[in-house]
C-alpha cells in the first residue's frame, strides 16, 4: 500500500486565487489573463517563467521584493534562449511587479510567478513565428518544503536534462517536468524531496532547489556547468557565507557518496528559501540534526530577505511608497518618521 502522502506540505490544497494579473504591460482582473486549449506553450512546453518573493516586515509597515531587477535579468535572458523579444526591460518588468502587488495591497509574504510563452493558437512544435505573452501573478505564500526541522531527501532516479538537451540555466516550463518526476517519485516514496545526478553522475539540484554541503569545514556546491540553474538564493548563499559569516565556499562537482558523509547538507532557492537536510537516502547527515552553519545561514537570510540588513538593504525593493510624517515627541519636539502608503 502506498505511503499517505502529507498533502498539505505536498501543497495540494487549493490555495485562494488573486485578484489581479500583470498581462503585457496591463493590470487586470486575474480572471481576464485566461488562453485557450490549443495555446501553443500548453501543448509543447514553449514558455518560461520565475520565481520571486515578496516579504512583509511589521516593523517597516513595508512589503520588500527580494532582488527582482536580477531574477528579471535571468527572465530576458531565458527568452533568449527560446527566441523571445519581450519588448520589455528588466526595469520595465520590475515596475509592472510593484504596480501588481500595489493592486494587491498584500500585508504578509507573498510569491510571485511572472511567466512569458507563446501564446499563439495554433498547432505545429516551432519556435519561430510566434508571438510571446508576458504575465505576472501573486499570491500569498509561506513555507514551500514545510519542514522546519530539517529534510529527508532520496537520490532520484531520474537524471537531470542537460545544457545540451534543455538548457538548466533557463528557466523553461516544459523541462519542469523533469522536476515533477522525482519529485512526485520521492514524496510516494515517504521522503521530502529528491535530488537529481546529471550525466556525469554529479549531484545536480533538488526539483526546485540548488544544493550546498559542507565536508572537510569547507562549503561545497556544484558549479553552474553542471546543469544547475544560475540561482540568485544560492548566488546570495554564496556571497553571505564568504562576507558575513567567513566560510570558504567552492564550486565544483560533487560525488554522491559524498553526500552521505558530509558534516551538514542543505538547499536554496526562492520558494524553499534555506532548507537544512538530515537525511539523505535513509542515512543521516552529519549528526542527523540541523548543523550550526545552516542555522546560522538561514537566520541571516531571513533577516536580509526582509530588509533588516543595512549592508544588504539595496536587495530589498519596497513596494508601498514611503512619505515623510512629522510627530510630535514626549518633548514636544517635532521628529520625522516614516510609514509606508500605497495600500488597498
Partial sequence: ??????????????????????LDGRVVPYREASFGLLTHALNYGTGLFAGLRG?????EDQ??????????????????????????TPADLTAGLLELLR????????????LAFYG??????????LTPVVGMAAVRFGSYLGKEDGV???????????????????????????????????????????????????????????????RHGVVVTPPVTDDVLEGFTRATVIQLLREDMGHTVVERSIDRTELYLADEVFLTGTGAEISPVTRADHRAIGDGRIGP????????????????VA??????????????????????????????????
Fill in 120 to 129: 499563439d493558437e495554433s498547432i505545429g512544435v516551432r519556435l519561430h513565428g
Fill in 311 to 344: 549592508r544588504h538593504r539595496a536587495w530589498c525593493r519596497p513596494v508601498y511608497a514611503v512619505t515623510r510624517e512629522r510627530e510630535p515627541t514626549a518633548s514636544g519636539v517635532a521628529a520625522v518618521s516614516e510609514r509606508s502608503v500605497g495600500s488597498t
Fill in 152 to 214: 529527508h531527501v532520496a537520490v532520484s532516479s531520474w537524471t537531470r536534462v542537460s545544457d545540451n538537451v534543455i538548457p538548466a540555466r533557463g528557466k523553461f516550463a516544459g523541462s519542469y517536468v523533469n522536476s515533477a518526476l522525482a519529485k512526485t517519485d520521492a514524496v510516494l516514496a515517504g521522503f521530502d524531496e529528491a535530488l537529481l545526478l546529471n550525466d556525469h553522475g554529479h549531484v545536480c539540484e533538488g526539483s526546485v532547489e540548488n544544493v550546498f554541503m559542507l
Fill in 1 to 22: 500500500m502506498d505511503k499517505k502522502v502529507d498533502w498539505k506540505v505536498d501543497r495540494k490544497a487549493p490555495s485562494p486565487l488573486p485578484r489581479w494579473a500583470y
Fill in 63 to 88: 512589503l520588500f521584493v527580494f532582488r527582482p531587477e536580477d531574477h528579471f535579468r535571468r527572465f530576458c535572458e531565458s527568452a533568449r534562449l527560446l527566441r523571445m523579444e519581450l519588448g520589455v
Fill in 103 to 114: 493592486a494587491e495591497g498584500y500585508r504578509e509574504n507573498c510569491y510571485i510567478r511572472p
Fill in 293 to 308: 552553519i545552516a542555522a546560522e545561514l538561514r537566520a541571516r537570510y531571513m533577516e536580509t530577505v526582509s530588509g533588516r
Fill in 55 to 59: 516579504y512583509w516586515n511589521a516593523e
